[in-house]
């Protein structure tokens, strides 16, 4: 059974970092991806990781502040996340896709979700 359990979450100030962890278990996949959804807003990409790690892709709004990265031993993505803003409060899901090819963004290139984790930023 595939399963995507994010961590890491929670409430900080404005400048503060926090560092969310994806495991996942069930199979191995090639590329994941955070994504993250504001109240009242759409699901949005923010990052992804592709293969041993050498490929990712961040959203503009978080390049420079976040980075993503994967320990394959442990099957766990990170997303290390700095200099937060409030506007960066949302939940935060990982997504897992198994298809190789190109494109990293579009939600429906991936195949499994997980259940999310909340960020809260205060200014």
């Known amino acids: 059974q595939v399963q995507l359990v994010e961590s890491g979450g929670g409430l900080v100030q404005a400048g503060d970092s926090l560092r969310l962890s994806c495991a996942t278990s069930g199979r191995t996949f090639n590329t994941i991806g955070w994504f993250r959804q504001a109240p009242g807003k759409e699901r949005e990409f923010v990052a992804a990781?592709?293969?041993?790690?050498?490929?990712?892709a961040y959203a503009d709004s978080v390049k420079g502040r976040f980075t993503i990265s994967r320990d394959n031993a442990k099957n766990t993505v990170y997303l290390q996340m700095n200099s937060l803003k409030p506007e960066d409060t949302a939940v935060y899901f990982c997504?897992?896709?198994?298809?190789?090819?190109?494109?990293?963004?579009?939600?429906?290139?991936?195949?499994?979700w997980g259940q999310g984790t909340q960020v809260t930023v205060s200014s």
């Open positions: 990781i592709r293969g041993s790690g050498g490929n990712t």
């Open positions: 997504a897992a896709r198994l298809s190789v090819g190109s494109g990293w963004s579009a939600k429906y290139l991936y195949d499994y």
